[in-house]
Nanobody, 124 residues
């Protein structure tokens, strides 16, 4: 079992930046590939970014490529998501998730552990 706790969300103007963190506890963190997803009101949860267990491989949704950066620090059991050049359409609840495969995954069904989410609101 892996417990995940997100933090760092908030309200920001368009063009601004936020830094999200996801602290993991429980089983060995560096055995898991990690990802970030988001869910806007009335929409399905969608993939944002993923990172392999080592941190050497990353993958992004086209909508955030070049603006968001995912990283991890296995010594701190933490994965991060840096959000830059934010747009109103980036608004939503951002979730951290873990999967057992080790590499990076974009399929939501591959993820087995989820955090409670943190709200990101971007005003125009």
């Amino acid at each position: 079992q892996v417990q995940l706790l997100e933090s760092g969300g908030g309200l920001v103007q368009a063009g601004g930046s936020l830094s999200l963190s996801c602290a993991a506890s429980g089983r060995t963190f560096d055995n898991y590939g990690m990802g970030w997803f988001r869910q806007a009101p009335g929409k399905e949860r969608e993939f944002v970014a993923a990172i392999s267990w080592s941190g050497r491989s990353t993958y992004y949704a086209d909508s955030v490529k070049g603006r968001f950066t995912i990283s991890r620090d296995n010594a701190k059991n933490t994965v991060y998501l840096q959000l830059n050049s934010l747009k109103p359409e980036d608004t939503g609840v951002y979730y951290c998730a873990a999967h057992r495969a080790g590499g990076y995954r974009s399929n939501i069904n591959d993820y087995v552990f989820w955090g409670q989410g943190t709200q990101v609101t971007v005003s125009s």
